[in-house]
């Protein structure tokens, strides 16, 4: 139970973060990017590439700490942080053409099934008069 409650607040700290990051990207750059989408998809995929290998490899991150920065802040930040972490660590075990259909797949099904999302929720809203 105590790990569940550390991923749920560093997810709720991570979501938090991500809405903040969001609003003030728009306030310095502008809307017609999604800065503070990108914003956090880089910083996760960095502070989790960061984590895990210092909880890896080190003592110096407890297991506690690694979920609540992890599944629980990054998580919540990002899930890009997850995906490049794992496809990172397929391309050091040298599991290249796993990689790049993690790479492939991934971009492209989530693409396609953000279009579908935003097409059935327009039909939707389409019969409902």
């Avoid at 607040?9 to 750059?29: D, H, K, P």
């Avoid at 998580?75 to 490049?84: D, I, K, N, P, V």
């Avoid at 599991?95 to 099934?113: D, E, F, P, R, S």
Wanted: charged share 10%; proline share 2%; aromatic share 12%.
């Amino acid at each position: 139970m105590e790990r569940l409650l550390l991923i749920a607040l560093g997810g709720a700290i991570g979501t938090i973060l991500r809405y903040l990051t969001s609003l003030l990207a728009v306030r310095w750059f502008g809307p017609e990017f999604p800065y503070g989408t990108l914003i956090v998809n880089l910083s996760g995929a960095f502070v989790i590439g960061l984590v895990q290998e210092l909880s890896a490899e080190t003592a110096m991150i407890s297991d506690y700490t690694r979920l609540f920065l992890t599944t629980g802040m990054m998580g919540g930040l990002t899930t890009y942080s997850a995906f490049s972490y794992e496809t990172v660590r397929l391309m050091e075990a040298n599991a290249w053409w796993q990689a790049w259909i993690n790479v492939i797949v991934t971009t492209t099904v989530c693409l396609c099934l953000c279009f579908l999302g935003i097409a059935a929720a327009r039909l939707c809203l389409s019969l409902r008069g």
